[in-house]
């Protein structure tokens, strides 16, 4: 009897056909009305289902509840993003924005403070009152490829498309992927990107092209080779570099051909070291000061000053040793003769193709950079033969329309305007220095110290002047012409991004990816 009962009687504390039993005719009882639905099996399976959401299971969080709700995702997420960040070289003017946006999203409280090559973040804790510190700190290169790919993870997260633990995951694979050329390969894309820079800047002509390749391609190798396993020769890289290369140029220029010279010193001394020119740097220090960045914008000018101060010195120290071995060695400026336009425009499109390729980018970006990088270059250097007397005013509209350019590309195809943008301003920097010659200035210096130039002996006892205060010059005048070049380009990029986004709603975005 009270086994029937156990089974019967104890179905997940329901009332027993006993009891339903005790009240038959009694309709007005609840046991009774259980009685009479549970006779069709349609209604016992509806009281069954309703008894079932009556007692329902518990309720577990899903898993983005787990990880939206755990700042510990959020935080190492911020942390992981930032450092990817400033690795690729997304804009670091913008670096606070982008981390304070994804806070909000993440529903973090957080601080930052921003210097080159390293980020400070204040996590706060207002239910318990407590904050907690965290650095970043990496080395800034350009890796357009990595970058893309780390806005697209990061867009992601912004728009809750996926996890936080997920985005980390995806940075990670993405950082950790091996470089896309291997390192042989990448220091002779060097040096085709610096061959290319001889025509479009300083009117090498096709004689002077495998002499520029040269020594071109070893400064590709000591600073990709060398350098990254040496760390005391990476101090003295720069001086190192530009000394060798201004010897071996001047030697080459020196050859003669009949009464002219068969090379152009000018054209291979300055293209072989083109890309050491801080030219990006500075410029990402103008917009810094101008977003009222002043602490990493003033350190990163001076940074970029000093360095243009280590080439301009050793240009001329490489100068005066060949000047001292051959006292015949030329000291021309320019080449003899300047080719067509047409000689110029047709490298544009391979130094893009080189450049993008040496920093990581993919083909498939290739054509809207080349016709960015194009339309930049030609308006910079028509501009410039509109207004010789001020070289600023090219520059600023040259910048306006690589930003014009790219920032109507990012706003109508939701592409990344900071990749587009790279070839056409580092394309621009080194006309622009040429133009002001301060490069070229330390080479009456080299002469004055080998007792070839009379002009500046002359001026030297006439004005009373000390040889220090001759010789610091030209290379104050190098780091004068990068802060114009800097300004000029801040102020063409800074009226674009403007144009093309006038009013832009702060909720749920990723932030500008342009300069």
Known sequence: MDHGQHNEGSVSGFSTNAQLAQAPNDTSSPLAATHIHMKSPLNRRTIQSNMLDTYSLPSFPTRRECTDNDPRYGQRYIMTVCKAFM?????????????????????????????????????????????????????????????????????????????TDQAINRLGQISSRSETYPQWLRVLLFGLTSLCFGPISYGARPIDLPIVFTPATLVGFLQLVIAPRSELYGYVFEI?????????????????????SMFCFSAISQASIVLLLPGFTITMSALELQSKNMVSGAVRMVYAIIYTLFLA???????????????????????????????QIAF?????????????????????????TTAGWVVNHFSFQQFQSNTQIPQVLGALTVGLLSNLYSRLRQGLAIAIMHPAIYIQVPGSFAASGSLLSG????????????????????????????????????????????????????????VVYPFRRRTGKSGIFSL
């Open 87 to 163: 690795s690729f070289g997304a804009p670091t003017h913008r670096l606070e924005r982008y981390m304070q946006s994804t806070a909000e999203t993440l529903a973090i409280g957080l601080d930052s403070f921003y210097l080159p090559g390293c980020m400070v973040l204040s996590f706060s804790d207002p239910v318990k009152g407590s904050s907690e510190v965290r650095l970043v700190r990496c080395s800034e290169a350009l890796h357009l490829n990595k970058l893309i790919d780390i806005h697209a993870v990061h867009k992601a997260v912004i728009r809750k498309q996926i996890l």
């Open 240 to 260: 190192t570099a530009a000394i060798l290369v201004s010897c071996l140029g001047r030697a080459f220029g020196s050859i003669s051909w009949g009464s002219d």
């Open 313 to 343: 010195f050793g240009f001329m120290v490489g100068s005066a040793i060949y000047g001292a071995i051959d006292k015949n060695a030329t000291s021309a400026t320019t080449c003899s003769d300047e080719w067509p336009f047409w000689w």
């Open 348 to 372: 544009v499109v391979p130094f893009t193709v080189f450049f993008v390729l040496l920093n990581g980018g993919s083909w498939t970006k290739m054509p809207r950079m080349v016709v960015v």
């Open 443 to 498: 080479l009456s210096i080299a002469d004055l110290i080998n007792h070839k130039s009379t002009d500046a002996s002359t001026e030297l006892a006439g004005n009373h002047t000390s040889p220090s205060t001759l010789i610091a010059s030209p290379m104050l005048d190098a780091g004068v012409s990068m802060i114009e070049i800097a300004v000029s380009m801040t102020i063409g990029l800074s009226v674009s991004a403007l």
